[in-house]
Antibody
Framework: QVQLQESGPGLVKPSETLSLTCAVS?????????WGWIRQPPGKGLEWIGN???????YYNPSLKSRVTISVDTSKNQFSLKLSSVTAADTAVYYCTRLGWGSSYFDYWGQGTLVTVSS | EIVLTQSPGTLSLSPGERATLSCRAS???????LAWYQQKPGQAPRLLIY???NRATGIPDRFSGSGSGTDFTLTISRLEPEDFAVYYCQQYGSSLWTFGQGTKVEIK
């Protein structure tokens, strides 16, 4: 059974960089599939952030592309998200996910981690 | 960018009733690339339907998806107490993944 677990600071100051890691168990990232990040501001809907393949190939949401970096560490079977120059608008629950066969949908999700941007 | 508009915003129904949720796209979406998710309070979304009409593993057959082009539908044939939740549609196209704003199914 594939399991994903997000980790990282729950509080980030404005203008700083948000950093999260997703540890994957039950499946080797090196075996394939795309892996992604999605966020959800409190009380609002879902926003796709970006995806990465084990080779390092990435896709980013154009609205966040200038501030987002997603990377993968196959030796640790994990992938990471960095979002720079954060503001209060970046306060959200951040989910790491796996994209299903064909890479068009998200079939496995982490439990999510709340990141609050505040001084 | 393809925009997905879900309707209604809130659906008030009783257990045992049929729920019909709509997802309309601003441009044509390949049926292969339309999915539906269920989200309960405090939980991550759960994949229900992919490829417009394929149930994900472990999803009861009271959930069904249909549609093509710009109009897609999620139907819950008979609502169970555990089905009251928020439902999102999602599409993939041109290296972009986007979600609808969600439909809340609440107990009447």
């Amino acid at each position: 059974q594939v399991q994903l677990q997000e980790s990282g600071p729950g509080l980030v100051k404005p203008s700083e960089t948000l950093s999260l890691t997703c540890a994957v168990s039950g499946y080797s990232i090196s075996s394939g599939y795309y892996w992604g990040w999605i966020r959800q501001p409190p009380g609002k809907g879902l926003e796709w952030i970006g995806n990465i393949y084990h080779s390092g190939s990435t896709y980013y949401n154009p609205s966040l592309k200038s501030r987002v970096t997603i990377s993968v560490d196959t030796s640790k079977n994990q992938f990471s998200l960095k979002l720079s120059s954060v503001t209060a608008a970046d306060t959200a629950v951040y989910y790491c996910t796996r994209l299903g066969w064909g890479s068009s949908y998200f079939d496995y999700w982490g439990q999510g981690t709340l990141v609050t941007v505040s001084s | 960018e393809i925009v997905l508009t879900q309707s209604p915003g809130t659906l008030s129904l009783s257990p045992g009733e049929r729920a019909t949720l709509s997802c309309r796209a601003s441009q044509s979406v390949s049926s292969s690339y339309l999915a539906w998710y269920q989200q309960k309070p405090g939980q991550a979304p759960r994949l229900l339907i992919y490829g417009a009409s394929n149930r994900a593993t472990g999803i009861p057959d009271r959930f069904s998806g249909s549609g093509s082009g710009t109009d897609f539908t999620l139907t819950i044939s008979r609502l169970e107490p555990e089905d009251f939740a928020v439902y999102y549609c999602q599409q993939y196209g041109s290296s972009l993944w986007t979600f609808g704003q969600g439909t809340k199914v609440e107990i009447k």
